[in-house]
Nanobody, 123 residues
Framework: QVQLVESGGGLVQAGGSLRLSCAASGRTFSSDVMAWFRQAPGKEREFVAAISWNGGRTYYPDSVKGRFTISRDNAKNTVYLQMNSLKPEVSAVYYC????????????????WGQGTQVTVSS
């Protein structure tokens, strides 16, 4: 059974940092793109970052570029999201995604999802 388990979320003050982790089990994703998305209440799930199978390419929307960094450790079957200079508007549930079947930025193109981890940034 494939599982993606996120951790590292929490409450942080504006300007602070958090590092999210997503540990995969049940199969290896070392040849797959992996990604992070987020969803705030009343909003659609939004692309945050993606990383190629070997970490050689990363993708970000302009809204997080320069502040968020995605990385992966294939030996641990784990992907990370380092978030710096956090702002209240990035508060959301953050989800890890894997097994991309199309674009890297569309949530409908991933078939495996974690349960999410809450990130709350206070002003």
């Amino acid at each position: 059974q494939v599982q993606l388990v996120e951790s590292g979320g929490g409450l942080v003050q504006a300007g602070g940092s958090l590092r999210l982790s997503c540990a995969a089990s049940g199969r290896t994703f070392s040849s797959d793109v992996m990604a992070w998305f987020r969803q705030a209440p009343g909003k659609e799930r939004e692309f945050v970052a993606a990383i190629s199978w070997n970490g050689g390419r990363t993708y970000y929307p302009d809204s997080v570029k320069g502040r968020f960094t995605i990385s992966r450790d294939n030996a641990k079957n784990t992907v990370y999201l380092q978030m710096n200079s956090l702002k209240p508007e990035v508060s959301a549930v953050y989800y890890c995604a894997a097994n991309r079947i199309g674009t890297y930025y569309s949530s409908s193109d991933y078939t495996y999802w974690g349960q999410g981890t809450q990130v709350t940034v206070s002003s």
